[in-house]
């Protein structure tokens, strides 16, 4: 419209809260993620593990159930902090499948497009815009990694009483802590990838490739120099590392060989895991690099020579 015409006027409506204006990204993201009925069903599927993990809960204290099947609960599994291991690590597997199918085209569909422009224009930083990205990621892979596991653990606490919830509040720490450190880990790979590769299947096999290829050079590193320090580069190992530290399970003798020297002495060889304050210092490391690399790859705008 002209401006002589003197007709426009301000906004005057209500204005989005500054704190929230990032959740317009994962509201609009998510809708069409949900689009896809592929996707749909497998996120559904992704909720079996919980599922088996609450049958075997209410198998411990169903004496009828227990009857029927001529079982004993001793037989069961037990339900202690390495249970509630074994069903994160599982939920965990399958975070990092939706994560490969989400993940990708978040930022390279922006970048491709030419869009940052439109995002950064308006009163929304690049922080905010990272971290609504991010959040897409978050919010879908927290509603199968630590909140299920999380309600199960509330209940194992509902069927065995107060008692067993106070002295286990600290499973329910190491499921938050663990769960949430895994798929922020998951967040900012997928999204540094997503900043520097702007072809999803690209990106898909780049993000299977950082996480696989490290795991197998640190294997071979492991056998030849009869070490486990090379897990050091491993996120699959730091994560087991990490993820065993928080349920109390950890320990860093992770095997034993046996040298041979020139007088035929025969001699055993402990094998040590890195230490936890070096696992976690190297998790924070590669963290750091992401979101360097994330501050340099997002802006308005890109120089081409």
């Known amino acids: 419209m002209a401006v002589y015409e003197q007709i426009y006027k301000p906004y005057k409506g209500k204005l989005t809260p500054e704190w929230s204006r990032f959740l317009i990204i994962p509201r609009n993201t998510l809708r069409g993620v ?11 599927i992704c909720f079996l593990p919980s599922l088996v993990e609450a049958v075997f809960i209410y198998l411990h204290h169903n004496v ?8 004993n609960a001793r037989q069961l599994i037990p339900i202690d902090g390495s249970f509630f291991q074994t069903f994160v690590v599982v939920q965990g597997a399958f975070a990092f499948v939706v994560a490969i199918l989400v993940g990708p085209p978040l930022v390279s569909r922006d970048l491709r497009n030419n869009a940052l422009p439109l995002y950064l224009c308006r009163p929304f930083s690049r922080t905010e815009y990272v971290i609504g990205k991010m959040s897409v990621l978050l919010i879908l892979l927290s509603w199968i990694t630590w909140v299920p ?6 209940f194992q606490s509902y069927l065995e009483g107060f008692a067993w919830l106070r002295s286990n509040l600290w499973i329910a720490s190491a499921i938050i802590i663990g ?16 900043a520097l590769v702007k072809w999803r299947i690209v990106a898909s096999g780049v993000m299977l490739g950082i996480v696989f290829i490290p795991s197998a050079f640190a294997g071979i590193v492991n056998l030849l120099f009869q070490t486990r320090w090379a897990n050091i580069i491993s996120l699959s190992a730091l994560m087991w590392n990490i993820t065993a530290g928080l349920f109390g399970t950890f320990d860093r003798v992770s095997g034993r060989i046996q040298i041979s020297d020139f007088n035929d002495t025969v001699r055993e060889v402990l094998l040590y895991e890195p230490p936890l304050w070096a696992s976690w210092a190297a998790l924070f490391i590669f963290c750091a690099v992401c979101l360097a690399i994330l501050h340099w790859k997002v802006k308005a705008y890109e120089v081409v020579r």
């Open 149 to 154: 596991q999380l309600l199960m653990f509330l």
């Open 179 to 194: 769960g949430f450190v895994w798929i922020l880990l998951l967040a900012l790979l997928s999204q540094t990838i997503s």
């Open 34 to 44: 949900f689009n896809s009925k592929l996707f749909t069903a497998f996120y559904v």
């Open 64 to 71: 009828t159930a227990l009857a029927i099947m001529n079982l």
